[in-house]
């Protein structure tokens, strides 16, 4: 049986154990309620790490946990007792301007890619988090600010090359291994570990323009039934976007926000302000030309791995008034409670809508919003009322929801894997996964269950 000291002197990256200086660094994940403790923890510097990891955490029947990023709500990414792969040493990023390509290992977080692109003022579709991994979005489909103009982040992927369960180096694109192409464009991290991406790039400048305008919740009806109305009309070039949260000290109470997203020429995306304005009068607001770099790190959270996180996710294929009623209430009788989650609005459409449904495992393209209920927190003795909280605001929008976004999904298990894939691309996953992993040693995810395994 092999020991984890001949382990040690086959890697080229890192082998950390229980003790050693990196351990607890590693194993922090971005959620602060994960506290688990792998038995071992490779930090892969090499794809051959990652074949040696992988055939190491089989041969000693050893639970294998993938991290990137580690922005799994569930910190999937950190097996008790077993064995964590840790891409992060793998963080390269190579780019092509002429080509307009940029081939990104699979420990690359989102803000390298963003930065080595825009070297050349291009850009793909990437998440809104610059330290979130590029592999665990892009496996699950990918939504961003660039989405409506050029599809999601797996819209944008030429070719993947992995590692399978057996240990075996792959390459999957649209003309090798298609069915495996097919899968990992929203399937997640089922069949493989992926060492790097082939991603096509866009020339979209270094220009953006926000608009957020902040109503008292008590007005915020009439004000998202118009902002509804403008998304159906609104360029491509936009992403409208829409929240409810406590307003914080001196606000008086919840407040609403609605306004967009827009990637290019700020001139033209000030067109649009005046419509917004429209819609009612804002106690407060937030209008701005920014850079594109500056768009994308907007949302970062300066708190790193220090709070506590939960979160619920919706599709809405349409947002009736109904929806929006019971989005503002947040699962209350009137809007306000303690320790209420906040939700946001996303909206999808435009070339996310232009890829045919059976073109990859993503699903559910014609949403017009996505939704999310985030609670994030510092005590611990405040799990349990933030997590139900979450759930009660998430659970007001089960009867107007149709589908869910598998990056999005938490502790749901199988029913949540149900309502991110249709009845018959679930039954094509589980065929691939049946090809490519039928012991589900990848199964620390959003988990497809091979067919051929006993329940």
Not at 142 to 158: E, F, H
Not at 239 to 267: C, E, K, N, R, Y
């Amino acid at each position: 049986m092999t020991t984890t000291r001949e382990l040690i002197g086959r890697i080229d990256g890192q082998v950390l154990l229980p003790g050693n200086p990196g351990y607890d660094q590693s194993r922090a994940v971005w959620n602060a309620m994960v506290d688990r403790r792998p038995e071992v923890i490779v930090r892969c510097a090499s794809t051959d790490d990652v074949v040696t990891a992988v055939r190491f955490a089989r041969a000693e029947g050893l639970e294998l946990g993938v991290r990137c990023g580690g922005h799994s709500v569930l910190g999937l990414a950190v097996p008790a007792g077993g064995l964590m792969i840790d891409l992060t040493p793998m963080g390269g990023v190579r780019v092509d301007p002429e080509r307009r390509l940029a081939w990104v290992q699979g420990g690359a977080m989102l803000g390298a890619l963003d930065d080595a692109a825009q070297e050349h003022g291009l850009a793909t579709t990437a998440g809104n988090v610059s330290h979130t991994g590029v592999g665990g979005l892009t496996l699950g489909g990918g939504m961003g600010w660039l989405a409506r103009q050029y599809g999601l982040t797996c819209d944008n992927v030429d070719s993947y090359e992995l590692v399978t369960a057996t240990g075996e180096r792959v390459r999957a694109s649209a003309t090798e291994r298609p069915e495996l192409f097919w899968g990992l464009r929203g399937g997640g991290g089922n069949f493989g570990i992926v060492t790097e991406f082939e991603f096509r790039l866009h020339p979209v400048g270094a220009q953006a323009f926000l608009a957020d305008l902040f109503f008292p919740i008590e007005d915020a009806f009439d004000v998202l039934r118009g902002w509804r109305e403008l998304n159906a009309t609104a360029p491509r070039q936009a992403t409208f976007t829409a929240s409810v949260s406590d307003g914080g000290p001196g606000s008086g109470g919840p407040l609403a926000s609605v306004g967009f997203v827009w990637v290019g020429d700020p001139d033209e995306g000030r067109r649009l302000l005046p419509a917004l304005r429209a819609l009612g009068r804002p106690v407060d607001e937030r209008v701005e030309e920014l850079s594109y770099l500056e768009l994308q790190r907007m949302d970062d959270n300066v708190e790193g791995h220090a709070l506590r996180r939960y979160w619920k996710g919706h599709y809405f294929g349409e947002l009736t008034d109904d929806a929006i009623r019971a989005l503002l209430l947040r699962g209350t009788a009137d809007g306000r409670a303690p320790h209420l989650p906040s939700i946001s609005l996303q909206a999808y459409g435009g070339a996310i809508g232009d890829v045919p449904d059976g073109d990859a495992a993503f699903s559910h393209r014609g949403t017009q919003f996505e939704y999310v209920a985030a609670a994030r927190w510092t005590d611990a003795a405040e799990d349990e009322v933030r997590m139900a909280a979450a759930r009660r605001c998430a659970g007001a929008l089960d009867p107007y929801a149709s589908g869910a976004y598998v990056n999005v999904l938490g502790d749901e298990g199988a029913a949540g894997v149900r309502r991110a894939y249709p009845p018959e691309k679930l039954a094509r996953l589980t065929a691939l996964k049946d090809a490519y992993d039928p012991e589900n040693v990848f199964h620390l995810n959003q988990n497809i269950r091979p067919g051929l395994r006993p329940a």
